[in-house]
């Protein structure tokens, strides 16, 4: 029986990767209109191969940009930069379809729900917020609490005891096969794989489901607990 679902967060309930390249994407144009002497795709490849090798999830990335590029920090620029990326980000902040009806029906059958993310714990959150999810999920784990990425046992069992439920009682749901299902899958849980954030164009997850859309776990919730 699941007694809990547990999510990833970064295209499993929301596009990340379209909201990184609309945010981006916009704060070159801001950067350029407020003096940035360089073409739009010299600074998109420059951009993006700082968060190649720090991360994607680098908060400092306008600074080193701009200090990689000028030589210097120049605080008209990277604040322009830094707004329009703002405003492209809170606009393409939006779930994938019929998140907030499976979310609102795991609720109302009694399903406890959490969060286990890469990023880190303060953009978790802001994100959550913008979805106006923060008021859903009973328990989040991201990097923060655990020091350890996924596939690490150590955020899924963090979750599990947050949710203070057994493995074989929890269904995991990420779109990475690498980190969501095989992290999950090595301490007992069950896993979903989210076809429909697949970025990387996996061929074999080796999950217990495939969801082509969220809303598939509902059938999978009626098949599992006999409702």
């Known amino acids: 029986m699941i007694k809990a679902v547990v999510f990833d967060l970064d295209n499993t309930l929301m596009d990340f990767m379209k909201m990184k390249h609309n945010s981006v994407e916009a704060a ?16 998109i490849n420059h951009i993006n191969s700082i968060y190649k090798e720090q991360g994607i999830e680098y908060q400092q990335v306008f600074d080193l940009f701009l200090q990689q590029t000028l030589g210097r920090l120049d605080h008209k620029i990277m604040a322009a930069g830094i707004v329009a990326y703002r405003r492209a980000r809170e606009a393409a902040l939006i779930p994938y379809p019929h998140v907030y009806s499976t979310l609102m029906t795991l609720t109302k059958n009694g399903i406890k729900m959490g969060i286990v993310s890469d990023a880190p714990v303060k953009e978790a959150w802001l994100r ?17 609490e655990t020091g350890e990425r996924k596939p690490s046992p150590a955020p899924f069992r963090l979750i599990l005891k947050k949710l203070s439920v057994a493995p074989e009682n929890a269904l995991m749901v990420g779109d990475w096969a690498e980190r969501d299902i095989v992290g999950a899958k090595n301490i007992g849980m069950k896993t979903a794989f989210a076809r429909y954030g697949d970025t990387f164009n996996t061929q074999n997850h080796n999950a217990d489901f495939e969801l082509s859309d969220i809303k598939d776990l509902i059938d999978i919730l009626q098949k599992e607990n006999n409702l």
Do not use: K, P, R
């Open 28 to 43: 070159v144009y801001a950067m350029i209109d407020a003096g940035l002497a360089i073409t739009y795709q010299e600074a």
């Open 128 to 144: 959550l917020s913008y979805l106006n999810f923060h008021h859903i999920f009973d328990q989040v784990v991201t990097f923060d």
